[in-house]
């Protein structure tokens, strides 16, 4: 996994014995998942890096490959335009998009190149339940209440 995003693991091994070849849905069997696992010396619950730095970890093939992440992502697009595919939706996207992403989703970055943008991705765990939040705490907030796409 030398050419793939360094703080991601594919746990295709896992995919591939829950599903025989025969059961699985032509799109599932080629969607890899990917969960958050950041290397040893980076045990935060949250990453934060640019579209060049992602595309420097990994192959071009790699990025652009669709993904089903076990984490949430939030995008951020900053200079260019850019189709991404959501769930084998496109999507269409602008400086000032984001992109908000949910555990369990399909996502692709697409093939465009001439863009940039931030991503932060974040472990489920990372966000407290507005339940558990105590009273004082105004700051909790359920990103699956979120939209999608916000400009």
Same mark, same amino acid.
């Given at each position: /996994?030398? &050419?793939?995003f360094e ?10 014995? &829950?599903?025989s070849?025969?059961k699985r849905?032509?799109?599932e069997s080629?969607i890899?998942s ?5 290397k040893? +010396?980076y045990?935060l619950?949250? *990453? #934060?890096?640019?579209?060049?730095d992602l595309?420097?970890?990994g192959?071009?093939a790699? #990025?652009q490959?669709? +993904?089903?992440?076990?984490?949430y992502s %939030?995008t951020? !697009?900053?200079? @260019?335009?850019?189709?991404? /595919?959501?769930?084998?939706?496109s999507? +269409?996207?602008?400086? @000032?998009?984001l992109? !908000?992403?949910r $555990? @369990?989703?399909? +996502?692709?970055?697409?093939h465009?190149? *001439?863009? &940039?943008g931030?991503n !932060?991705l974040f ?6 339940p #507005?339940?558990?939040? $105590?009273?004082? %705490? ?11 796409? /916000?400009?």
């Amino acid at each position: /996994m030398n &050419d793939t995003f360094e703080t991601f693991r594919e746990n295709t091994e896992k995919s591939k014995s &829950d599903l025989s070849a025969s059961k699985r849905p032509k799109t599932e069997s080629v969607i890899q998942s990917l969960s958050y696992r950041p290397k040893s +010396h980076y045990q935060l619950d949250l *990453d #934060v890096f640019t579209m060049a730095d992602l595309r420097l970890r990994g192959s071009k093939a790699k #990025v652009q490959t669709t +993904h089903r992440y076990e984490f949430y992502s %939030l995008t951020v !697009i900053t200079k @260019g335009m850019c189709s991404q /595919m959501v769930d084998f939706k496109s999507v +269409h996207c602008k400086p @000032g998009s984001l992109l !908000i992403l949910r $555990p @369990g989703q399909a +996502h692709n970055y697409g093939h465009d190149e *001439d863009w &940039d943008g931030w991503n !932060i991705l974040f472990r489920p765990e990372f966000v407290l339940p #507005v339940s558990n939040a $105590p009273r004082e %705490l105004k700051l909790a907030t359920n990103p699956d209440r979120l939209p999608e796409q /916000m400009f």
